[in-house]
């Protein structure tokens, strides 16, 4: 520990003598400084021992010395040495009673004693404790890196709360605590989520403080990565602010983790280029191959319904320019840190502008995915009500196949490239292949080349109607509504069955096109139901 007042105290070779304010001599001393100046203030950076013979001070006058003592205070002075036998054989009691007054700590330092050697004693002591801290933190960086190639980060974890006296959390990339030391640190590290994803958003390495909630502990934040996405955070709580030895502790273990999270890219950029190779099988029809090659890494995922999860993004020019916006990116991670978290096997490969992932039907990933498509339509529709410009987040698309087996595996591929390509030209963040068979064709009609093709289609008519002699539109559809009974469709319209016959001859020639033909009933159908949704 650094020196004291106390330690200088009891220092046998000092003699120094307290005189004033002896309860406050366990503060620590930052440095000596000698000055006969009547106002050393502005010289002072707070915790210094002051060494003084009263050359320039009216040490006898009460006031002077109250305002004296009251400005070292002010400037943080931790401590007062006045040299008697030099300009007053003892200390004066105005100095005393200011010093009192004040909770000033007050030395009275010998004749024989020079300030020299005080200014000696606080340094030697000070590089003492220095060479300490540096012993320490070599010792701990031993330590650590033990525990990281015994025991992996949790071992990492354990190492740096001993050390620092506090607690460690590791978070991954979506800000999810992973794991803590001690085990009771997990509540703690789980209130700090929002802080965590605050300090994601900053290109890395970043790091933040957060003050002591409610009389907790002096938290540290640090982010993960060598490159400007962090891939993961440290946390790391105490009841006070590290000193030297925790410092190094902490530096050692960020540079371990980081060691080790960009280990772990690499074996992940291996895993993908396997994940490749076992997706084509699967799409040319190969499900045994794509076993075998699989192995235990993707094997249980392959022996379960599966869904196939096609997303794609058009931000890729930013992307590369930032990988920290690359919408991609951020979902691969997501849906890897869920499964990882569950315990599943995810397949995640990255295929031009486009990313392909295999997961668990019903499990973590899928769930994650569908989280964060839900999160970036929410994104979207607040900036939509306050009429701000969508962020690159908006720019992603995902289709969700069905569930599958193996040997369905193609299947599920065109599955998920439909409902990708009814997520873009409905304006939808995700759609699950599910909602297309349960849901109705008639929202796809709202497609431009539909309405071009129907407008296309029912000119003619429109144009005959225009002219006043006859309501043809209105005739076929209540024809075609009534599954041609004429009847029922007169009716409707108001007319005798005669001159909705006529006018259905008309609408025969006037198209072209014989309704007797069902393709031709069913494009005139479709066409009258595009133009009715504008």
Same mark, same amino acid.
């Given at each position: 520990?650094?020196?004291?007042?106390?330690?200088?105290?009891?220092?046998?070779?000092?003699?120094?003598?307290?005189?004033?304010? /002896?309860?406050?001599?366990?503060?620590?001393?930052?440095?000596?400084?000698? +000055?006969?100046?009547?106002?050393?203030?502005?010289?002072?950076?707070?915790?210094?021992?002051?060494?003084?013979?009263?050359?320039?001070?009216?040490?006898?006058?009460? &006031?002077?010395?109250?305002?004296?003592?009251?400005?070292?205070?002010?400037?943080?002075?931790?401590?007062?040495?006045?040299?008697?036998?030099?300009?007053? &054989?003892?200390?004066?009691?105005?100095?005393?009673?200011?010093?009192?007054?004040?909770?000033?700590?007050?030395?009275?330092?010998?004749?024989?004693?020079?300030?020299?050697?005080?200014?000696?004693?606080?340094?030697?002591?000070?590089?003492?404790?220095?060479?300490?801290?540096?012993?320490?933190?070599?010792?701990?960086?031993?330590?650590?890196?033990?525990?990281?190639?015994?025991?992996? =980060?949790?071992?990492?974890?354990?190492? !740096?709360?001993?050390?620092?006296?506090?607690?460690?959390?590791?978070?991954?990339?979506?800000?999810?605590? @992973?794991?803590?030391?001690?085990?009771? $640190?997990?509540?703690?590290?789980?209130?700090?989520?929002?802080?965590?994803?605050?300090?994601?958003?900053? =290109?890395?390495? $970043?790091?933040?403080?957060?003050?002591?909630?409610?009389?907790?502990?002096?938290?540290?934040?640090?982010?993960?990565?060598?490159?400007?996405?962090?891939?993961?955070?440290?946390? @790391?709580?105490?009841?006070?602010? %590290?000193?030297?030895?925790?410092?190094?502790?902490?530096?050692?273990?960020?540079?371990?983790?980081?060691?080790?999270?960009?280990?772990?890219?690499?074996?992940?950029?291996?895993?993908?280029?396997?994940?490749?190779?076992?997706?084509?099988?699967?799409?040319?029809?190969?499900?045994?191959?794509?076993?075998?090659?699989?192995?235990?890494?993707?094997?249980?995922?392959?022996?379960?319904?599966?869904?196939?999860?096609?997303?794609?993004?058009?931000?890729?020019?930013?992307?590369?320019?930032?990988?920290?916006?690359?919408?991609?990116?951020?979902?691969?991670?997501?849906?890897? +840190?869920?499964?990882?978290?569950?315990? /599943?096997?995810?397949?995640?490969?990255?295929?031009?502008?486009?990313?392909?992932?295999?997961?668990?039907?019903?499990?973590?990933?899928?769930?994650?995915?569908?989280?964060?498509?839900?999160?970036? &339509?929410?994104?979207?529709?607040?900036?939509?009500?306050?009429?701000?410009?969508?962020?690159?987040?908006?720019?992603?698309?995902?289709?969700?196949?069905?569930?599958?087996?193996?040997?369905?595996?193609?299947?599920?591929?065109?599955?998920?490239?439909?409902?990708?390509?009814?997520?873009?030209?409905?304006?939808?963040?995700?759609?699950?292949?599910?909602?297309?068979?349960?849901?109705?064709?008639?929202?796809? %009609?709202?497609?431009?080349?539909?309405?071009?093709?129907?407008?296309?289609?029912?000119? =003619? %008519?429109?144009?005959?109607?225009?002219?006043?002699?006859?309501?043809?539109?209105?005739? !076929?559809?209540?024809?075609?509504?009534?599954?041609?009974?004429?009847?029922?469709?007169?009716?409707?319209?108001?007319?005798?069955?005669?001159?909705?016959?006529?006018?259905?001859?008309?609408?025969?020639?006037?198209?072209?096109?014989?309704?007797?033909?069902?393709?031709?009933?069913? &494009?005139?159908?479709?066409?009258?139901?595009?133009?009715?949704?504008?």
């Amino acid at each position: 520990m650094p020196p004291t007042l106390a330690s200088l105290v009891h220092h046998p070779a000092l003699k120094l003598t307290v005189r004033a304010d /002896e309860d406050r001599l366990d503060v620590p001393v930052r440095w000596a400084h000698v +000055s006969e100046l009547a106002d050393p203030v502005p010289y002072m950076e707070g915790g210094e021992l002051l060494l003084v013979t009263a050359l320039k001070l009216d040490a006898e006058d009460p &006031e002077a010395m109250r305002r004296y003592v009251k400005r070292l205070v002010g400037a943080g002075v931790v401590g007062l040495g006045f040299a008697i036998g030099v300009n007053y &054989e003892e200390i004066p009691k105005a100095l005393v009673d200011a010093a009192e007054e004040e909770g000033l700590p007050l030395l009275e330092v010998p004749r024989r004693t020079p300030f020299l050697a005080i200014s000696k004693a606080v340094s030697a002591a000070i590089a003492a404790d220095q060479y300490r801290a540096v012993t320490a933190g070599f010792a701990a960086q031993r330590e650590l890196t033990k525990q990281a190639l015994t025991a992996g =980060p949790e071992g990492v974890l354990s190492a !740096l709360a001993a050390q620092v006296d506090g607690w460690a959390a590791l978070y991954d990339v979506s800000g999810t605590v @992973v794991a803590t030391a001690p085990e009771w $640190a997990g509540r703690r590290a789980a209130r700090l989520t929002a802080e965590v994803e605050r300090l994601r958003e900053r =290109p890395a390495p $970043a790091s933040s403080v957060v003050g002591p909630p409610d009389n907790e502990d002096r938290v540290e934040l640090h982010s993960l990565g060598t490159e400007r996405r962090a891939r993961a955070a440290l946390a @790391v709580g105490t009841a006070a602010a %590290l000193g030297t030895a925790e410092r190094y502790a902490l530096h050692s273990a960020i540079a371990l983790l980081t060691l080790t999270t960009e280990r772990s890219r690499s074996l992940h950029a291996a895993q993908q280029r396997l994940g490749a190779a076992v997706l084509r099988m699967l799409l040319a029809g190969e499900p045994d191959h794509a076993r075998a090659v699989a192995g235990h890494l993707y094997g249980g995922l392959l022996d379960a319904p599966f869904r196939m999860i096609v997303a794609e993004s058009v931000s890729s020019a930013r992307a590369a320019a930032d990988p920290a916006a690359d919408p991609l990116g951020v979902l691969a991670e997501i849906v890897e +840190s869920a499964a990882a978290r569950a315990g /599943e096997a995810v397949l995640v490969v990255p295929e031009g502008e486009q990313l392909i992932a295999l997961a668990a039907d019903g499990g973590a990933a899928v769930a994650a995915c569908g989280e964060y498509a839900a999160g970036v &339509e929410a994104a979207r529709s607040d900036a939509a009500t306050a009429r701000e410009p969508a962020g690159d987040e908006d720019e992603i698309v995902v289709g969700l196949s069905a569930p599958v087996g193996p040997i369905a595996a193609a299947a599920a591929y065109k599955q998920a490239e439909q409902a990708l390509s009814v997520a873009r030209r409905r304006g939808r963040v995700c759609v699950a292949h599910e909602q297309l068979a349960s849901g109705s064709v008639l929202p796809l %009609l709202a497609d431009d080349a539909v309405k071009a093709f129907a407008d296309g289609l029912l000119r =003619p %008519l429109y144009e005959h109607d225009a002219t006043g002699r006859g309501d043809l539109v209105a005739s !076929l559809r209540a024809w075609l509504s009534r599954h041609g009974q004429w009847d029922a469709a007169a009716a409707d319209l108001g007319v005798h069955r005669h001159t909705l016959r006529y006018r259905m001859r008309r609408v025969e020639e006037i198209l072209g096109r014989s309704l007797d033909d069902p393709d031709a009933r069913m &494009e005139l159908w479709l066409a009258l139901k595009a133009t009715s949704t504008e």
